[in-house]
């Protein structure tokens, strides 16, 4: 920049801070010294800031094909084996056990089950869960129904003890198990479990969580798998969500599970019998679970962890689609912030722990470690959170302020829409919300990106465990009202996403006032987005009292 430009620049600057009448005076050393910064901003900006600005162009386009490619190879799996009618449930032999006119079978034709429900204090849903487990189809004497509670409130304890004691009352073999504290959270309560002395002879154990309600042809359905294919360790079903119309934040979640269950676990199933243990509504070979060590609480993805040691080993998993279980996604926006960090922050901590075991296995191929690394955890936990976020909240509002920094149209606006639509797939009735998802997913990749960055530094929330809240039959919450004054500030407003809520409103009003790229188009209603979950203003409130 020119000194006249530099002083020019300085007489606007003092002009717009001086007080009405007074006369504009620029001290010559007031004027070199604005010149300078001018100078030396200019520098900056053309020799520093935008070349990283390019380079983060450059890079952001290499993720959004990584992005890209996963989506498209995944969906193109769970597409071709759909049309082939090869789904991966089908691929195993899955004989009833016995036939309802073969009456001399017998309860030994069964082999013993054990059904674990881990709670904590669960008051609106306890009673769903355990009634659920004892309504299975299941000779009462092959089957052990194992309540595993880690309550603190004694109230509920109580109304747990006593509703088992009613189950058992009724002829159900069901045991109340408590201990003296909470170590290991989930996975630490699950352990303890297994080592009572009646665990010992179940061949087979199925896990769910105090939400979730199996129908009664639910164990008829998945051990089959189990017993006629001896290599298979795990059965995981579909989730079927009761309260997916109750408000934003649960149509948000369905579009994300439903793609998740319906593509990723599928496709998974099907290329190489590996996928990740979704924690619930599944059934376990015992002798799978001994063999890999048993639960593990040193991260808070015990699920994945086991299924991942027991992968290693070279046992198999099958996704059976056809078969759904009844569960609650969260319905406020706090419970829902603790699960996703929970989900994000374990996986990333794990994959830091069993690179080397992955990379040193012996009993799995090639592709099947590829598979684990590259797209397991890389390209969709890692890879796929960062783009989100530093593409859509970061890049693109600072290309408004950086012009000379560009994105190609095809990395704008065709990668992204393609990833989109691939992603609504799996719930095809919310497509008419496909544009809100998105917005609402660019957000929530913040706080997941937080929690992958404290997973893999292992920072003080690596090992955090809070219990998703669980609000059960909303019919009976119809009184329940918004009470934000009953919530803590760092709970009611969340300050990082108020923060770039501003930062994406102030691009988006600098690109009305100065550029004509339209960026404002995108940039403001995603703003609008980070306010609504900054503030709080998604999903149900309830008091904590």
């Known amino acids: 920049m020119e000194g006249g430009h530099a002083l020019r620049a300085a007489g606007d600057v003092f002009f717009f801070f001086r007080a009405p009448g007074d006369q504009l005076s620029i001290s010559p050393v007031i004027a070199a010294v604005v010149e300078w910064w001018l100078r ?41 084996m759909k049309l082939l009618r090869r789904r991966p449930w089908r691929m195993y032999r899955c004989d009833p056990i016995a036939r309802t006119d073969e009456e001399d079978a017998g309860s030994e034709a069964y082999p013993m089950v054990l059904v674990q429900i881990p709670m904590y204090n669960e008051k609106e849903v306890y009673q769903l869960s355990i009634g659920a487990a004892c309504r299975l189809t299941w000779p009462v004497d092959r089957l052990i129904v194992q309540v595993l509670d880690d309550s603190t409130d004694a109230v509920i304890k109580e109304l747990v003890k006593s509703e088992c004691e009613r189950w058992a009352a009724e002829g159900i ?17 699950l352990k303890e479990g297994m080592r009572h002395a009646y665990v010992r ?32 360790a795990l059965v995981q079903t579909r989730w079927k969500f009761v309260n ?3 408000c934003f934040l649960t149509r948000m979640q369905e579009m994300s599970m439903d793609y998740h269950f319906k593509v990723e676990q599928e496709a998974g199933s099907s290329l190489c019998h590996f996928f990740g243990y979704n924690g619930t509504a599944g059934v376990w070979r015992t002798q799978a679970i001994v063999e890999s060590g048993g639960w593990e609480d040193r991260t808070t993805a015990e699920d ?23 569960s609650e996604l969260p319905s406020t926006l706090k419970a829902y912030r603790s699960q996703q960090h929970r989900w994000s922050c374990g996986p990333a901590l794990l994959f830091k722990k069993m690179f080397r075991e992955i990379i ?18 890389v390209a969709r936990r890692i890879v796929g ?31 992204p829409t393609a990833i989109t639509l691939l992603n609504s797939a799996g719930t095809p009735r919310s497509i008419h919300l496909i544009v809100l998802w998105v917005l609402f997913e660019n957000v929530m990749a913040l706080h997941r990106f937080k929690a992958i960055l404290i997973g893999l530094f292992e920072a003080d929330r690596a090992n955090e465990w809070i219990v998703t809240q669980k609000l059960g039959n909303l019919q009976k919450l119809k009184s329940i009202a918004s009470v934000p004054g009953n919530s803590r500030f760092k709970d009611r407003f969340h300050c ?12 988006a009003c600098f690109d009305y006032i100065y550029r004509d790229d339209y960026f404002y188009l995108f940039v403001l209603p995603q703003s609008i987005m980070y306010f609504a979950i900054g503030f709080q203003f998604i999903g149900l409130s309830v008091s904590e009292d």
């Open 40 to 80: 030396a901003w200019g520098h900056v900006r053309a020799e520093l800031l935008v070349p990283l600005l390019r380079a983060a162009v450059a890079l952001c386009m290499v993720m959004s094909v990584i992005v890209l490619a996963e989506k498209v190879f995944l969906g193109t799996v769970s597409s071709v």
């Open 173 to 189: 073999n069901i045991r109340y198990e408590t201990r003296k504290d909470r170590a290991g959270y989930k996975a630490g309560n």
């Open 201 to 232: 002879g179940c061949e087979f154990v199925a896990m769910f969580d105090a939400d979730f309600q199996p129908a009664p042809d639910f164990l008829a359905k998945t051990v089959p798998f189990l017993l006629h294919n001896p290599s298979l």
């Open 244 to 246: 997916a119309n109750d």
């Open 304 to 326: 994945m962890d086991l299924a991942l040691r027991a992968g290693l080993l070279g046992w198999e998993f099958v996704y059976v689609g056809s078969i759904k279980v009844k």
């Open 360 to 377: 040193a296995a012996k009993k799995v191929s090639v592709w099947k470690k590829l598979y684990m690394i590259y797209d397991f955890f």
């Open 385 to 415: 959170t960062f783009f989100t976020l530093f593409f859509f909240s970061i890049l693109i509002p600072m290309i408004i302020l950086f012009p000379e920094a560009q994105i190609p149209v095809w990395a704008l606006i065709y990668i």
């Open 496 to 507: 990082l996403e108020i923060f770039f809520g501003l930062f994406l409103l102030v691009s």
